[in-house]
């Protein structure tokens, strides 16, 4: 495992967030995303395969399956074992863990800091939400995010074509309010829902189901995937509005 840390961070404003798109171009227009449970997220496209939020099966996460895959780059939202086990990833990736930018093989990729529950981070501390370009599609992924989104981080977020957010609730990340909330202040152009219960919780997972969320999104297209890949271009992108997308965990 290879930290990338503050030292490799490169300080950078809003002004370079303008050129974000233009300076990302990639070898290839298909983007696949591949659901391992909780938050957990495999992206392969445009050269590079890149695995988001490894958690070890316990609480939550207890009946999934250990994402134990092999990859060039691993991106975390804290070091919580249900987004941030790394201990046992085989290989020898690179680890972004901190909030800063950071230019990885000619790709850009933006953590930015959130808090990891609703007391200002006193309790759970921060939260990364990871921002990158690939295979031509703007990646959002707000890890654990608790706080409402403010105004500095919404430009630092920019608009996602998609937007991977937490629903399930619980002391550490959005409830579905919280989560509808944060969507109409992104305006993604594809939702998919991360954070809630599922059968691999155990009795003691405080997080709620996914039902609780679309209830709340009624009007909102819901798209049920049927299977836990998704692969995506930029041509299948709405041209307007918002679409969830739900994918499937094979138990």
């Not at 009946?63 to 290989?91: C, F, H, N």
């Not at 953590?111 to 921060?126: K, P």
Request: glycine share 10%; net charge neutral.
């Amino acid at each position: 495992m290879r930290y990338a840390g503050a030292g490799l961070v490169t300080a950078l404003g809003t002004a370079w967030l303008s050129g974000f798109e233009a300076i990302h171009a990639q070898t290839s227009d298909t983007l696949s995303i591949q659901w391992l449970g909780h938050t957990c997220f495999l992206f392969s496209g445009g050269g590079k395969r890149i695995l988001v939020n490894p958690f070890r099966p316990l609480g939550c996460t207890q009946g999934y399956r250990p994402p134990k895959i092999e990859t060039e780059l691993v991106l975390i939202s804290s070091q919580l074992l249900d987004e941030g086990a790394v201990d046992e990833l085989p290989g020898d990736p690179r680890l972004l863990f901190e909030p800063g930018v950071y230019n990885v093989e000619g790709t850009q990729f933006q953590g930015i800091r959130t808090d990891h529950d609703r007391v200002g981070g006193r309790r759970f501390g921060f939260n990364i939400a990871w921002r990158w370009q690939q295979a031509g599609i703007n990646i959002l992924h707000l890890g654990g995010a608790a706080a409402p989104i403010s105004v500095e981080q919404k430009i630092l977020m920019g608009r996602p074509d998609v937007l991977f957010v937490p629903t399930g609730g619980g002391a550490k990340a959005y409830n579905p309010t919280e989560a509808k909330a944060a969507i109409a202040t992104l305006n993604p152009k594809i939702v998919i829902p991360t954070h809630y219960r599922t059968q691999a919780a155990a009795d003691t997972c405080d997080i709620v189901a996914l039902d609780e969320f679309l209830k709340l999104m009624d009007g909102m297209p819901i798209r049920n995937m049927d299977t836990d890949t998704m692969t995506l271009s930029k041509r299948d992108l709405p041209d307007s509005g918002s679409t969830i997308k739900v994918l499937s965990y094979r138990f």
